[in-house]
């Protein structure tokens, strides 16, 4: 391999703090539109030459595309300290590094044998408890919370797709089953079959009505569904190609693969979880479908928020050729956006005050390993996890935390400002992260 000068992306070292903000204390806690800082952050010393990340391309690159098998990869390094977290919402002391494919467009962590067996060891000490538990994430949806799962049932139909009153549906990676459990409320006429790694999901899940379990080794390959989803777990997979075209091949003559995946481009924070290894696009989700012989009937952004839905069928037919996707900029941009998003967090500590951070997901979780520091709360609006602690310190409701308290709103400003709105009626003062 030619040797190849590699920009670090992530020197967090480097990052001098920031003297503390000057911030506008709001007249009105009852305003509506969200507070900014009055200064914005100096910009950063360290920023990314888009220029010469592209000149990085390589044919000689060792290790293929994971799906289009393409060797034109372009490599993206990070810093040694850059955090990484697992999707169980665990710090995770190895090192990854990203590379995306020139052919298919596909943005993707390096499979070598080194990652392969930290996802080993991932997988073998995953939590069920976490991110992947019974209980579904909460979205807001009609001006309440809802099950993501039974959003994304709701929202279907919307785009075309309708569900009969009766069926059968495999949630291939089920977890604990929080799928096919928003599938039994809401079309409770179908039968249902979860199926995922290990026997530790199966008490949870054959307590559904209607539901089976098998571990993937023993899925009965005979049998036919008219849905297969696969539900936040395409992006696990280090050969999804080749998984999609098997499932296919178990869909009944009308049967739909349903996929959901994160959105980095609208959730920076999936680039940092360590146990992704594919990081999709509109396109480069539309050319696994093509690659795997399907035709993608429904590919949207924000169905739920932050993340891609694709509805796709057996193709007839030749496949048509890949499409180009964007370069490496989106990527780019996305990791700046995360360097603010750690700047910002460091300039919240500098002031000695109590704050807090939004949420209790990978965000939290990172923002938390990105810096020094340490939130002395964290904010949940969904209703569920008050009163629970995340990283040892309190879950708050909004209206439980102290007038005026700062709170950090880790979120794209499209997303973010509509939450910063809501806080500011409960007395909050949101701090919102600075766009690249
Ligand atoms: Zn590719």
Known sequence: MHSTQKA??????????????????????????????????????????????????????????????????????????????????????????LSM?????????????????????????YSLDSADGSHDHLVVRAGGFKARA????????????????????????????AFLRAVSESLPGWSMMGADLTEANRIDVEKIEGAE?????????????????????????????????????????????????????????????????????????????????????????????REITMVAKPKLGRPLGMQATDGPEETLRTLEWLSNCQQQAVSLNSSGDPFGILGTQVGALWIDQASDAKATFFVDEAPRRNSEKFLGRPVLFPSDVLFQNRVLVPFLSEYAKPIAARLVEFGVYPVLIRSP
């Open 8 to 97: 670090h992306l992530f020197p967090l070292e480097s990052v001098p703090h920031a003297s503390p903000l000057t911030i506008r204390t709001p007249a009105n806690t009852t305003a509506t539109t969200p507070v900014q800082q009055e200064t914005p952050l100096p910009a950063s010393p360290w920023r990314w030459d888009v220029d010469q990340i592209s000149r990085h391309t390589r044919t000689d690159y060792t290790l293929p595309c994971c799906l289009c098998g393409s060797h034109l990869m372009t490599s993206i390094e990070f810093a040694p300290n850059f955090p990484w977290v697992t999707s169980d919402l665990r710090p995770w002391k190895s090192k990854a590094s």
């Open 101 to 125: 494919c020139s052919t298919c467009g596909l943005l993707q962590k390096c499979t070598d044998s080194r990652y392969g067996e930290d996802v080993a060891d991932i997988y073998a000490t």
């Open 150 to 177: 039974s959003a994304l049932i709701e929202r279907l139909s919307e785009y075309g797709v309708s569900l009969q009153a009766s069926g059968s549906i495999l949630d291939y990676g089920c977890g604990r089953g």
């Open 213 to 305: 379990y098998t571990t993937l080794s023993q899925l009965p390959v005979e049998r036919r569904y008219d849905v297969i989803s696969l539900i936040h777990v395409v992006e696990h997979l280090q050969r999804p190609t080749e998984i999609l075209n098997q499932l296919s091949l178990m869909l009944t003559e009308q049967g739909v693969l349903l996929i959901q995946v994160p959105d980095f481009s609208k959730n920076p924070f999936d680039l940092a979880v360590f146990d992704h290894v594919a990081h999709f696009s509109v396109q480069s989700l539309k050319n696994l479908a093509n690659l795997a012989g399907l035709d993608s009937m429904v590919v949207a952004e924000g169905l739920i928020p």
